[in-house]
Antibody, heavy 119, light 106 residues
Framework: QVQLQESGPGLVKPSETLSLTCTVS??????????WSWIRQAPGKGLEWIGY???????NYNPSLKSRVIMSVDTSKNQFSLKLRSVTAADTAVYYC???????????WGQGTLVTVSS | EIVLTQSPATLSLSPGERAILSCRAS??????LAWYQQKPGQAPRLLIY???NRATGIPARFSGSGSGTDFTLTISSLDPEDFAVYYC????????FGPGTNVDIK
C-alpha cells in the first residue's frame, strides 16, 4: 500500500516562498511507471492541480502557476518537493501530494497540509 | 484548458436511493475522465478512471459511464458513508477538475 505524507511550514509570509515535501512509503518515486503530483484546495473551494514530476526530474506545471512553481525529486530519500514563490493570501490552501496512475489519475493521496499565507 | 462542469451542484437524497451525477467537458475528451469522492477533512479518493473503470477496492454500487463530452457517475443505492462531495477530473494537461456535486442527506 503506497502512502504519502506532506510536511512543511503551516504559515508563510506574503512574498516569501512556500516549501513542502512529500515522503513516499510502500512505493518508490523511482518507479518508471509513476508520476508524482501536487494539488491544492483553498478553504471551502474545489481542487486545483499544480503539476507533476517524474523521477528523471521532468516536470509538467499548470500554466496558471508555472512562473512561480518549482518541483524536484530526491530518489535517495524517496521524496518529492514543491516550491511556490512570491505567495499571497490567494495561495492559502490545503496542499496535497499524490501519485499519478498511468500519467493521468490520482490514485494515492497524502492527508494534506494546510498552508496559510499571512504576516 | 478543458473546463468541466458538474450538475447538480447539490443532490439531496435518502439512504438507499439512486444518485446520478453529471459531468460535462468543454471539448471531446474521449473516455479520459475520473471521479473522486471527498469527505470533510479528508483527501479525495479515486473512484472511477477512464470513465468506467472502478479503482481498487471501490464497491460495485459505484459505476461510471459516458464518452466525448458527457459523463455520468451512478451510485445505485446510497450507503450512509456515500454522502460526500464528488469531483470529476480530466487528464489533458493541465489536469482540471469540475466544481463538485455535494450529495447530502435529505
Amino acid at each position: 500500500q503506497v502512502q504519502l505524507q506532506e510536511s512543511g511550514p503551516g504559515l508563510v509570509k506574503p512574498s516569501e516562498t512556500l516549501s513542502l515535501t512529500c515522503t513516499v512509503s510502500g512505493g518508490s518515486v523511482s518507479s518508471g511507471s509513476d508520476y508524482w503530483s501536487w494539488i491544492r484546495q483553498a478553504p471551502g473551494k474545489g481542487l486545483e492541480w499544480i503539476g507533476y514530476i517524474y523521477y528523471t526530474g521532468d516536470t509538467n506545471y499548470n500554466p496558471s502557476l508555472k512562473s512561480r512553481v518549482i518541483m524536484s525529486v530526491d530518489t535517495s530519500k524517496n521524496q518529492f518537493s514543491l516550491k511556490l514563490r512570491s505567495v499571497t493570501a490567494a495561495d492559502t490552501a490545503v496542499y496535497y501530494c499524490a501519485r499519478v496512475l498511468s500519467s493521468s489519475w490520482l490514485d494515492y493521496w497524502g492527508q494534506g497540509t494546510l498552508v496559510t499565507v499571512s504576516s | 484548458e478543458i473546463v468541466l462542469t458538474q450538475s447538480p451542484a447539490t443532490l439531496s437524497l435518502s439512504p438507499g436511493e439512486r444518485a446520478i451525477l453529471s459531468c460535462r467537458a468543454s471539448q471531446n475528451i474521449r473516455t479520459y475522465l475520473a471521479w473522486y469522492q471527498q469527505k470533510p477533512g479528508q483527501a479525495p479518493r479515486l473512484l472511477i478512471y477512464d470513465a468506467s473503470n472502478r479503482a481498487t477496492g471501490i464497491p460495485a454500487r459505484f459505476s461510471g459511464s459516458g464518452s466525448g463530452t458527457d459523463f455520468t457517475l451512478t451510485i445505485s443505492s446510497l450507503d450512509p458513508e456515500d454522502f460526500a462531495v464528488y469531483y470529476c477530473q480530466q487528464r489533458s494537461s493541465p489536469f482540471t477538475f469540475g466544481p463538485g456535486t455535494n450529495v447530502d442527506i435529505k
